[in-house]
């Protein structure tokens, strides 16, 4: 502009043809696309924050469908099931768990799509090679404009040494 702000227009040319099928004129047509331009570096920012929280999470974070298949998940869920990103999206939540707790997966999104409010669940879980393990999901649903449930959108932590911890104390108040 002319007082030195920055605009973005979007031309369209083309060449007009003469009878001999030579081009002897040029045509343009210009929009323009400033705001359109303004909205999308302000969207590229907030997706630059977005990241950087959720990356910087040392909880896990994960994203998925109703059918359990995995959109998103952060670098410390990828570091505490120790795969890569890309071994994950796509594929069902259940594939990672022991078949002893899909019930109660099942059970928690059942809820959760019944009602999307969020919701705290402590899941049992075990490594593979049989240890026990406790996360904490923090699930919260992505809903569409009627209210039903989208996405789900689970910050977990794992909360064995407190589980381990709550045992001995029961254990020792036995005695």
Same mark, same amino acid.
């Given at each position: 502009?002319?007082?030195?702000? #920055? @605009?973005?227009?979007?031309?369209?040319?083309?060449?007009? +043809? *003469?009878?001999?099928? &030579?081009?002897?004129?040029?045509? =343009?047509?210009?929009?323009?696309?400033?705001?359109?331009?303004?909205? #999308? @570096?302000?969207?590229?920012?907030?997706?630059?924050?977005? +990241? *950087?929280?959720?990356? &910087?999470?040392?909880?896990?974070? =994960?994203?998925?469908?109703?059918?359990?298949?995995?959109?998103?998940?952060?670098?410390?869920?990828?570091?505490?099931?120790?795969?890569? +990103?890309?071994?994950?999206?796509?594929?069902?939540?259940?594939?990672?768990?022991?078949?002893?707790?899909?019930?109660?997966?099942?059970?928690?999104?059942?809820?959760?799509?019944?009602?999307?409010?969020?919701?705290?669940?402590?899941?049992?879980?075990?490594?593979?090679?049989?240890?026990?393990?406790?996360?904490?999901?923090?699930?919260?649903?992505?809903?569409?404009?009627?209210?039903?449930?989208?996405?789900?959108?689970?910050?977990?932590?794992?909360?064995?040494?407190?589980?381990?911890?709550?045992?001995?104390?029961?254990?020792?108040?036995?005695?």
């Amino acid at each position: 502009w002319p007082d030195g702000r #920055e @605009r973005w227009v979007q031309w369209v040319t083309v060449g007009v +043809r *003469g009878e001999d099928g &030579s081009i002897q004129v040029f045509q =343009s047509v210009g929009r323009d696309i400033t705001a359109e331009r303004q909205l #999308e @570096r302000k969207l590229r920012e907030s997706e630059t924050w977005y +990241r *950087g929280i959720v990356e &910087s999470q040392v909880d896990l974070v =994960s994203r998925y469908t109703r059918d359990l298949k995995l959109v998103f998940v952060n670098d410390a869920y990828c570091r505490y099931f120790g795969g890569p +990103r890309d071994a994950y999206i796509g594929r069902s939540i259940l594939e990672f768990e022991d078949p002893k707790v899909h019930s109660t997966i099942l059970a928690h999104i059942e809820e959760m799509i019944n009602d999307p409010t969020p919701k705290v669940n402590e899941i049992l879980s075990y490594w593979p090679d049989g240890r026990e393990r406790w996360i904490q999901w923090v699930t919260c649903a992505v809903t569409l404009e009627d209210g039903s449930a989208h996405l789900f959108q689970a910050v977990g932590r794992d909360i064995t040494a407190q589980r381990q911890l709550e045992k001995q104390l029961r254990d020792n108040e036995s005695w």
